[in-house]
């Protein structure tokens, strides 16, 4: 078949079964933080967004309100908002096409797209692995979860301890140079001392505020941190074409 | 229900990317927040999820599970791999008695 000939469909596939296939520990540790299949369901269909499902049932795991658990989904999707606008610039998507691909960005569909060139593979990448992303994704939520509710103690099967390797995982392939290392760090630090004295869950907004402070007073990179989870090019070197529209 | 509501803002702000004057969202600075906040959450959250519990601090195998998935990381394990990882570091851990 003539399509599965573009490089950009061939990565977005790739991209979509690595991925899809890790929605299995979000299932799992979604049910597992006390939400239920439904909830956990909504989560993956409607939300979207890796970082953000999983800061959300991070905080409910750790004991923190529904109102903190949506303050960290909610700043931890600023970044799709910036994706949006270089996809926007890109592909140019029109009428209800905008909705779906809106609905489709994240950070693995961005990248399979802005590392293309020809705007037709910029095109299909984007697609390929939004829509192969958002299927799979679900798919493997639904088996983590059923899977999730049958393990019985959570704790005896080291749940707790994916959950801390997921968000190191993600947290990860951002940290390319000293400049986001320094933020890793001092928002930890900040957790810690915060943990005793306010509310679970609160802690992560109080690193939130410090980590908006640094970007706000110093002058780095713009991009710094929005590389995206993976690099889908990682094994086939390509030239990477600015993302913004200027 | 704050759930969906995250849900609804979430795909707010992609949306916004894509009905908002390229100008306006161009601004370097909010560009550059949304990169350091990124970060800065996620740190947090790999934080939290390790050393947390309810509002006090807690050494216990979730240390362990920080350890292995980050060695993990280190030899480029696929993510996955280092979900597992971490996992069966904070399962043994417990199994051999400890936190």
Known sequence: MKLLQSPAVRVGLSISIATGLYGVSFGALSVTSGL????????????????????????????????A???????????NGIY??????????????????AHVTIDES???STGQTDPLEQQRGFWTAGLGIFVLWNLFTAVGALAGAALGDPKQWGLDGAAVAAFLGLLWPRLKGREPVAIAVVCALATVLAVPFV?????????????????????????????????PYAEHPHPRPSGDAT | MWLLLSCVLGYAW??????????????????????????????????????????????????????????ALVFRAPFLVVVIAGAGAAAGLRLLGWG
């Open chain 1, 36 to 67: 239920d299949f439904w909830q956990t369901m909504a989560l993956s269909l409607l939300l979207f967004s890796g970082g953000s499902q999983f800061a959300f049932i991070g905080v409910v795991a750790g004991g923190g309100s529904g109102v």
């Open chain 1, 69 to 79: 658990a949506m303050g960290a989904a909610t700043l931890l999707g600023m970044r």
């Open chain 1, 84 to 101: 949006g606008m270089q996809i926007n610039a890109l592909l140019q998507p029109r009428g209800w096409l905008r909705f779906a691909a």
């Open chain 1, 110 to 112: 961005t990248a399979t």
């Open chain 1, 199 to 231: 509310p679970a869950g609160v802690p992560i907004l109080v690193a939130a505020v410090v980590a908006a402070a640094i970007g706000w007073f110093s002058h780095g990179r713009s991009d710094e941190g929005l590389e995206p989870d993976v690099d």
């Open chain 2, 14 to 71: 992609k949306l916004l990317g894509y009905l908002v004057p390229a100008s306006v969202l161009r601004d370097p600075r909010m560009s550059r927040i949304a990169g350091t906040m990124t970060i800065g959450l996620l740190a947090s959250l790999t934080v939290v999820n390790t050393v947390a519990s309810g509002q006090t601090l807690a050494l216990d195998a979730r240390l362990g599970a920080l350890a292995a998935a980050g060695i």
